[in-house]
């Protein structure tokens, strides 16, 4: 695996400069006294098709070359990183396959081929959905984008820490959700690039914490898909590219159960009156677990996307 670099995520900024929000960092002195810390919110459930993974998708697929774009792209995702690929894609030109369970949620389903990409769905149970993806792009001809561990994608998920650090420059830590590895890998690059003594936690759900695993054996650890609200995180292992990067710049993951995922919505949405989805509340989650621990410091928590079925976002704000 190619890694990247400091140079990689302002190149992916220059990049995205007009194209991609930058999105606002909010603040709530309201959140700030019941944790003890001074919360800066990165709303990356406010960039364009709603999530974070914008970023990524837009950096690798515009360095495509000519014949590459002709050919088109595949690529893999239960919702977020499928609907950026399918959006960045409309807007170069580029004709997109996507890989999706069947299990996606409506909203992301809906909006992927909103956006003009073809959907091919699967079991993520029973069938490997990066070798359905290979299949397909060696039978077409096209490139494979991969959600997460793939230099290009994790570039460009980091400026999304690079702006808040350029917003913020003082920030003691940085929080931010874990998957694969791409959000969180691109997070410390930028962040300790910018400002090497800020401490950089994942957070990621109790259910699928193959980082933790991983970050504790110092080998990646993979595990059978979770069950967890976080759907956005229902990853197995980390990659290839994110784990070394994760292991060496990353202070702690911290695990996140699902009632606090739920709890951590609710903050968003009372207090802050943000649209969050689980997966993208999992930082100011884990920002709660350690509040204790860091009374008084400046904290950066990204959230990663506001993608959420309004029905079940109901549902899960009033249940008990």
Not at 34 to 48: A, F, P, S, T
Not at 70 to 82: L, T
Not at 115 to 133: F, P, S
Not at 293 to 317: F, P, T
């Amino acid at each position: 695996m190619t890694a990247f670099g400091l140079l990689d995520v302002q190149d992916a900024a220059r990049r995205l400069d007009g194209v991609a929000h930058r999105t606002p960092v909010v603040t709530s002195t309201r959140l700030d006294a019941e944790l003890g810390v001074e919360v800066h919110l990165k709303c990356e459930n406010l960039q364009r098709m709603g999530a974070f993974k914008f970023r990524g998708a837009y950096n690798a697929l515009s360095r495509l070359e000519d014949a590459a774009r002709a050919a088109g792209v595949v690529a893999f995702s239960s919702g977020n990183h499928a609907q950026a690929v399918a959006l960045a894609a409309r807007l170069l030109g580029i004709p997109a396959t996507i890989v999706m369970p069947t299990d996606a949620p409506q909203i992301k389903l809906t909006a992927t081929k909103g956006y003009g990409a073809q959907v091919v769905t699967y079991d993520r149970r029973t069938e490997d959905r990066a070798e359905i993806a290979r299949e397909l792009a060696a039978r077409d001809g096209r490139t494979v984008i991969p959600p997460f561990d793939n230099a290009q994608i994790a570039a460009g998920q980091g400026t999304a820490a690079l702006e808040l650090m350029q917003d913020v420059p003082d920030l003691d830590a940085v929080i931010a959700p874990l998957g694969g590895g791409g959000l969180l890998s691109g997070t410390a690059i930028a962040a300790r690039g910018i400002r090497p003594t800020a401490k950089i936690f994942g957070a990621e759900p109790a259910a699928g914490d193959d980082g933790k695993q991983s970050f504790d054996a110092g080998r990646i650890v993979q595990i059978p898909v979770p069950d967890t609200l976080a759907d956005g995180a229902q990853t197995t292992a980390l990659g290839e590219l994110t784990f070394p990067i994760i292991r060496e710049l990353v202070e702690d993951i911290v695990r996140v159960t699902d009632d606090e995922l739920v709890d951590a919505m609710r903050t968003l949405a009372h207090t802050c009156k943000l649209v969050v989805e689980p997966t993208g509340a999992l930082a100011l989650a884990a920002a709660r677990t350690l509040a204790p621990s860091m009374q008084g410091a400046k904290v950066g928590v990204i959230l990663s996307g506001g993608n959420v079925d309004l029905a079940r976002y109901a549902n899960l704000l009033t249940s008990n």
